[in-house]
């Protein structure tokens, strides 16, 4: 990246607009008029602000002239992002002679956030924003955002120049570095896989409610230990053929559509809360020479079963012929999802989410309406 400014922070709170104010702007940015946004039509439109403007002019006198002089100001617009959408991990790098700085304010917006990939020297990171409150979040690293809200989500986003920093605290920050193992996520995506999905995700039965109680409770004891994803973003219980919960879900469920020689493994994941395993294939290369996952004779797919999962989600990066999607998934429902076209996962909640997940084996399938798009 040609960008050499260095943040101390991911993300930092600058100030909290007055509540009266807050409800004046939300009732303000839903009846604005508003433009797709070329690179990005199907996530967000946006609805510029200059400097005339009754909003500018409010949120520039009473917070931002605090730090910017007005000769700084590039742009400032509300923008809104589309019900359960997601716009992939990116980073604005493009600034070589001027760092721009983003104040963003969210002005409505349930459930959304800004999450940050992992990196050598970070661990991945989502931090939902909470409505009313300014803040400045380092743009240089990659990041993505993500609505998980049914209803649209309204930021407003202004862009200053560094040579226009009025006040030296505004850089002022507590990130501390620190070297962060990895594990396989830190991919590359230059896999060559030839099985096709005809779907993103597809649910393929519901949990029995007792069923889902048992499993909840049995989850919450098992022990988890570290997998080949890092112990700051998950842990794993292995569950073996003679594992109760997986008697239970094959026998109920499973079955119907795999041959137990179909088996590859099943466990439960415990993500973190507030975790973010960041964008990658199941199907990656390692360092561009070490295949991982080897599947080209005998595909793998995998099921999901959210067991407690309280704002969790599956992310999927655009491709050329395809949009960019995030899946909200429900408890106590079994899913299978293309695991080849590159997805992320998040858990937007406090509290630990535990998914069962399994694999299993393309040619031990009994039924073969498990491949058709729903």
């Given at each position: 990246?040609?960008?050499?400014?260095?943040?101390?922070?991911?993300?930092?709170?600058?100030?909290?607009?007055?509540?009266?104010?807050?409800?004046?702007?939300?009732?303000?940015?839903?009846?604005?008029?508003?433009?797709?946004?070329?690179?990005?039509?199907?996530?967000?439109?946006?609805?510029?602000?200059?400097?005339?403007?009754?909003?500018?002019?409010?949120?520039?006198?009473d917070?931002i002239?605090?730090?910017?002089?007005?000769?700084?100001?590039?742009v400032?617009?509300?923008?809104?992002?589309?019900?359960?959408?997601?716009?992939?991990?990116?980073?604005?790098?493009?600034?070589?002679?001027?760092?721009?700085?983003?104040?963003?304010?969210p002005?409505?917006?349930?459930?959304?956030?800004?999450?940050y990939?992992?990196?050598?020297?970070?661990?991945?990171?989502?931090?939902?924003?909470?409505?009313?409150?300014?803040?400045?979040?380092?743009?240089?690293?990659?990041h993505?955002?993500?609505?998980?809200?049914?209803?649209?989500?309204?930021?407003?986003?202004?862009?200053?120049?560094?040579?226009?920093?009025?006040?030296k605290k505004?850089?002022?920050?507590?990130?501390?570095?620190?070297?962060?193992?990895?594990?396989?996520?830190?991919?590359?995506?230059?896999?060559?896989?030839?099985?096709?999905?005809?779907?993103?995700?597809?649910?393929?039965?519901?949990?029995?409610?007792?069923c889902?109680?048992?499993?909840?409770?049995?989850?919450?004891?098992?022990?988890?230990?570290?997998?080949?994803?890092?112990?700051?973003?998950?842990?794993v219980?292995?569950?073996?053929?003679?594992?109760?919960?997986?008697?239970?879900?094959?026998?109920?469920?499973?079955?119907?559509?795999?041959?137990?020689?179909?088996?590859?493994?099943?466990?439960?994941?415990?993500?973190?809360?507030?975790?973010?395993?960041?964008?990658?294939?199941?199907?990656?290369?390692?360092?561009?020479?070490?295949?991982?996952?080897n599947?080209?004779?005998?595909?793998?797919?995998?099921?999901?079963?959210?067991?407690?999962?309280?704002?969790?989600?599956?992310?999927?990066?655009?491709?050329?012929?395809?949009?960019?999607?995030?899946?909200?998934?429900?408890e106590?429902?079994?899913?299978?999802?293309?695991?080849?076209?590159?997805?992320?996962?998040?858990?937007?909640?406090?509290?630990?989410?535990?998914?069962?997940?399994?694999?299993?084996?393309?040619?031990?399938?009994?039924?073969?309406?498990?491949?058709?798009?729903?």
């Amino acid at each position: 990246m040609p960008n050499n400014f260095n943040y101390n922070f991911l993300i930092k709170e600058l100030a909290k607009l007055d509540t009266d104010y807050l409800f004046q702007l939300q009732d303000k940015v839903k009846n604005s008029t508003y433009t797709k946004v070329e690179l990005s039509d199907w996530v967000l439109d946006i609805s510029e602000l200059d400097k005339n403007d009754i909003i500018f002019k409010k949120i520039f006198s009473d917070y931002i002239q605090n730090w910017f002089n007005i000769e700084a100001h590039v742009v400032t617009f509300v923008s809104r992002m589309d019900p359960l959408s997601y716009w992939p991990e990116h980073s604005v790098y493009d600034y070589e002679d001027e760092h721009y700085f983003e104040i963003v304010i969210p002005i409505i917006s349930d459930n959304a956030a800004l999450i940050y990939r992992h990196a050598e020297d970070m661990k991945s990171q989502v931090s939902c924003l909470q409505e009313g409150t300014l803040y400045v979040f380092d743009n240089i690293k990659i990041h993505s955002l993500a609505n998980i809200s049914t209803n649209y989500r309204y930021w407003i986003v202004s862009r200053w120049k560094l040579s226009g920093l009025v006040d030296k605290k505004f850089l002022d920050g507590t990130y501390e570095k620190q070297v962060v193992p990895l594990g396989k996520i830190n991919s590359f995506y230059n896999f060559k896989y030839h099985f096709k999905y005809n779907f993103l995700l597809k649910e393929l039965a519901k949990l029995e409610p007792n069923c889902l109680s048992f499993l909840q409770n049995e989850v919450k004891n098992l022990v988890y230990k570290k997998c080949d994803l890092p112990d700051w973003l998950m842990n794993v219980s292995n569950l073996d053929s003679d594992n109760l919960i997986f008697k239970k879900i094959f026998s109920d469920y499973i079955q119907n559509w795999f041959d137990i020689k179909a088996h590859v493994h099943t466990l439960v994941s415990r993500m973190n809360p507030f975790g973010y395993l960041s964008e990658h294939s199941d199907h990656w290369t390692h360092h561009g020479r070490q295949q991982i996952y080897n599947y080209e004779d005998d595909h793998h797919f995998k099921i999901i079963i959210p067991i407690i999962s309280d704002n969790a989600a599956l992310m999927w990066r655009h491709t050329e012929d395809t949009k960019s999607q995030i899946s909200c998934l429900q408890e106590g429902t079994l899913y299978v999802f293309d695991n080849i076209k590159i997805h992320g996962a998040a858990n937007l909640s406090p509290t630990y989410r535990y998914w069962i997940i399994s694999r299993w084996k393309l040619s031990g399938l009994v039924d073969k309406k498990f491949l058709e798009a729903k």
